[in-house]
């Protein structure tokens, strides 16, 4: 029996499956907007939440809709983590009718491997996500998807959620998936599984029998992501349902937020193209600073030998 907490519930699995596929399905409908011919992204590294989302989102969008569903994953160049789930992505593309794509940060000239050790007082996952984004943005692009779901689940949302507040970044708080607004060059991200705590995403992957890759990436420990990950957890055991309330209240806040704020123009980056605000990406300026110190640390090493 499985104890659905924030509302009491108790469920036997085969309930449970159907009661997170419906909510799941829910959000799909609301969230996007899609034709026959359109293509659909979904942004896999073969953890739980993104194999969930995959999986559901095969079942939704299987070929009689008409809908081509394109799952990419990103390589981003750490030894005996990435390799292993690059393998439950392509398996479980080959035979549920899903194209794969595979990126790689070696593209840039660099890896994670190369990075960890220089990035000083950032953290490994500052330049992680950044170039993540913007090859994830870039593929979909590539493959004319109209949107690009992720994995994130509700424990993420309401993470995010509370690191943009406690930071006081309206403006990125106005931007969090979904993307009702199509803004030039990037693709509009979506997020079906929002609504489910991170324990279902696992036991619905578990119950279902879902290949997933549960590795912890080697440079885990060092996410600020991790305090909020505390606090929240702390909310949510004093008071059951935390994590959806602070869901709920961004949701109703989230036009106001919209509205008040206006949508700076983007533009392409003259050195790469992705859309940008400033006078080179975020990914360009990154990875200007990170080429030089790998360069040195490369250099180092040669002398030392
Ligand atoms: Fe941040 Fe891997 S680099 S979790
Ligand atoms: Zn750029």
């Known amino acids: 029996m499985t104890f659905v907490r924030y509302n009491g519930t108790h469920l036997c699995p085969e309930h449970f499956l159907r009661y997170v596929d419906r909510r ?34 095969a079942s939704v969008f299987n070929r009689k809709t008409g809908v081509e569903l394109h799952a990419i994953t990103i390589d981003e160049g750490i030894d005996g983590y ?15 009718d899903v194209r794969f794509h595979l990126r ?23 330049y992680c996500g950044v170039f993540r984004r913007m090859l994830m943005n870039d593929e979909a692009r590539k493959v004319d998807a109209k949107y690009l779901a992720t994995g994130h689940n509700l424990d993420d949302m309401a993470q995010s959620i509370m690191m943009n507040f406690v930071r006081g970044d309206a403006e990125r708080m106005a931007r969090m998936a979904p993307h009702d607004v199509v803004r030039p060059g990037l ?32 440079y885990w420990e060092a996410a600020l992501r ?7 957890d702390q909310l949510e055991d004093r008071s059951p349902g935390a994590r959806y ?37 975020k990914s360009c300026q990154l ?19």
């Open 24 to 57: 799941v399905k829910r959000e799909i409908r609301k969230q996007i907007d899609v034709d026959h011919g359109d293509h659909i992204a979904v942004a896999v590294s073969g953890g739980k939440d993104s194999m969930v989302a995959l999986k559901m989102l």
């Open 82 to 96: 990435r390799p292993p789930s690059v393998d439950i992505v392509r398996r479980f593309c080959s035979e549920n």
């Open 104 to 126: 790689s940060f070696s593209e840039l000239g660099v890896t994670m491997d190369d990075i960890a050790p220089v990035c000083g007082d950032s953290s490994p996952c500052t």
């Open 187 to 218: 693709i509009p991200r979506f997020v079906p599984l929002r609504e489910i705590p991170e324990k279902e995403t696992l036991l619905y992957a578990m119950l279902s029998g879902l290949e997933f890759w549960d590795g912890v990436c080697p």
């Open 226 to 232: 991790n305090q909020y990950r505390d606090i929240v």
């Open 245 to 281: 309330g602070i869901l709920s209240s961004y949701d109703t806040i989230k036009p106001l937020l919209r509205s008040g704020l206006k949508g700076a123009d983007l533009h392409s980056c003259p050195r790469c193209g992705e859309p940008t605000l400033g006078s080179s990406c």
């Open 287 to 305: 990875l200007e600073r990170i080429r030089a110190r790998v360069g040195e640390a490369h250099a180092q090493d040669d002398t030392d030998e």
